[in-house]
């Protein structure tokens, strides 16, 4: 798969890759601050992707007011952005490739069938040899992926139904997986590191395990813990969380510092956005984060744990 997917790049290199179904709030800032502050820290390249694979998900000019809103926040990237609307040949270019090395298959097993079984896939289509017509695309597991060490976190232990399972990477309707786009473009811009929210976790081992089926380095991870809304759910564009607000972004920033457990400086509103944003940089300490949010997230999804089971 290399002849597809450029080379890993030297030196740290981060992303922030949100997907424009809406206006970026304070849980994106969390992950959008966190992975920038990661990145600079470092000393590294830090990216901005628009993840805009899902059209029917999608709001008219929610990726311009993104890239407005980071901007005015002084969260400045790296390079060009990417879209993945443009990279569906690179998509298909994987997918081409699995294929050819018999690690994909055609399935055309409902949702509902699959919760029936309890949620995880018992790869009933796997050597039925379908035809492409009306038919989704899995990955054909080869290479399951148990634990993973995360960062902050520390190790992590996947249930085998999930890490096991032949997960899709082609839809029925024609569109690109999250897990396969995510993948193929993480590879392509070289990316060291992702730093995301907590809510992410449990898609990990199945990228890795994409990873190795491409025959691509995989990243370290770093998952942050989530913004909670009075009623104990995640701040999501799906929740209504409130967008960020468009006057001084210093207020807003240190709010983020402050849930992220970071130092601040004395007397913050006498300094500028810069200056601000280079002192978060030069304490960046990532023992300091709180971790038991999202431990607490990851195993209260039942398909990980700190142990193995």
Known sequence: ????????????????APSPSGDLHFGSLIAALGSY?????????????????????????AAAR?????DHYGLHWDGPIIYQSQRHDAYHAALNWLKLQGLSYYCTCTRSRIQHLGGFYDGHCRDRHLPANGAAIRLRQTQPIYAFCDKLLGKLYAEPALAEEDF??????????????????????????VVRGADL?????????????????VPSYLHLPLALNNEGNKLSKQNHAMPLP??????????????LHQPL???????????????????????SIPRQGAI???ENTTAFSKEAR
Not at 52 to 57: F, V
Not at 248 to 259: G, N, T, Y
Not at 265 to 270: A, T
């Open 246 to 259: 468009n006057g001084d972004p210093r207020p807003v920033l240190v709010d983020a510092l402050k849930f």
């Open 37 to 61: 502050l990661q990145a600079r820290a470092q000393g590294g390249s830090w990216l901005v992707r628009i993840e805009d694979i899902d059209p029917p998900r999608e709001i008219p000019g």
């Open 1 to 16: 798969m290399s002849e597809n997917i450029n080379a890993r790049q030297s030196g740290y290199v981060g992303r922030f």
């Open 168 to 193: 899709i990477i082609r839809r029925r309707d024609g569109l690109f997986a999250y897990n396969l786009a995510v993948v193929v473009d993480d590879a392509f811009q070289g990316v060291t590191e």
């Open 66 to 70: 993104i890239l407005a809103v980071l």
């Open 296 to 298: 607490a997230l990851a």
């Open 201 to 217: 976790i449990e898609p990990t081992v199945r990228q890795i395990a994409l990873y190795q089926q491409l025959q691509q380095p």
């Open 265 to 287: 400086p004395e007397c913050w509103q006498d300094l500028d956005l810069p200056l601000l944003l280079r002192f978060a940089v030069e304490h960046w300490t990532l023992a």
